[in-house]
């Protein structure tokens, strides 16, 4: 167990729909990192924030957005949702923002149909 | 961030040494080698890291070259569980540098 917290774990939708997935970091943990896993990709950084404060953008696509909140949960908003976004979205945390050492959650399931 | 180069996959068995390496020729003087695992389609795991001295944790142990343009990650004595994705990731220390993963090297220990 990373002590990374993500929910949901399964999220079926439909096309055209929008999704919210929710990651509460470590106790402690001011960094947060958002990852997109699916098949024909691999796992891409999406996006960081440290302490409420975005940090470093990846190829997170435009219909996306993401936020820190004071209390440092995150949160990945998805919308007009398209079939191929249908994947693994993780989030890690790291206590300091220079560190490569990241504890992953265990991930969000997104199925668009 | 230099790239990084690994063979598809390789395989050992359970007990013996796994030794998994990786190539990082255009690695610059500021660059650390990480090594992260996943196990089928779990959250990636850390395992080590290291600049151009050799480390060792309860996990696993890094060699790094003297030119440090290679590296190779040694499990000691493989077990089932460790039959995985692990990949081997070159990454600066700044603020806003990314954790940028590859296609990584999937061991398969066999019984």
């Known amino acids: 167990d990373s002590g990374v917290t993500q929910t949901p774990k399964h999220l079926i939708t439909a096309t055209g729909q929008r999704v919210t997935l929710r990651c509460s970091p470590r106790?402690?943990?001011?960094?947060v990192y958002w990852y997109q896993q699916s098949l024909d990709q691999g796992l891409q950084f999406l996006i960081q924030?440290?302490?409420?404060?975005?940090?470093a953008k990846g190829n997170i696509l435009e219909r996306f957005s993401a936020q820190q909140f004071p209390d440092l949960h995150s949160e990945l908003n998805l919308s007009s949702l398209e079939l191929g976004d249908s994947a693994l979205y993780f989030c890690?945390?790291?206590?300091?923002?220079?560190?490569?050492?990241?504890?992953f959650g265990e991930g969000s399931r997104l199925t668009v149909l | 961030d230099a790239k990084t180069t690994q063979p598809p996959s390789m395989d050992c068995a359970e007990g013996r040494a796994a030794n998994l390496p990786c190539n990082h020729s255009?690695?610059?003087?500021?660059?650390?080698v990480y090594w992260y695992r996943q196990i089928h389609s779990q959250g990636p795991q850390y395992i080590i890291h290291?600049?151009?001295n050799n480390e060792t944790n309860e996990m696993a142990s890094l060699i790094i070259t003297e030119d440090r343009k290679s590296s190779t990650l040694i499990l000691p004595h493989a077990t089932l569980r460790d039959t995985a994705v692990y990949y081997c990731?070159?990454?600066?220390?700044?603020?806003?540098?990314?954790?940028?993963f590859g296609k990584g090297i999937t061991l398969s220990v066999r019984p």
């Open positions: 990731i070159v990454r600066t220390t700044g603020a806003n540098s990314k954790l940028t």
């Open positions: 255009t690695i610059s003087g500021n660059e650390y």
């Open positions: 106790s402690g943990d001011l960094s």
């Open positions: 924030y440290y302490n409420g404060e975005e940090r």
């Open positions: 290291g600049l151009k």
């Open positions: 890690a945390s790291s206590p300091l923002q220079g560190t490569g050492e990241l504890f």
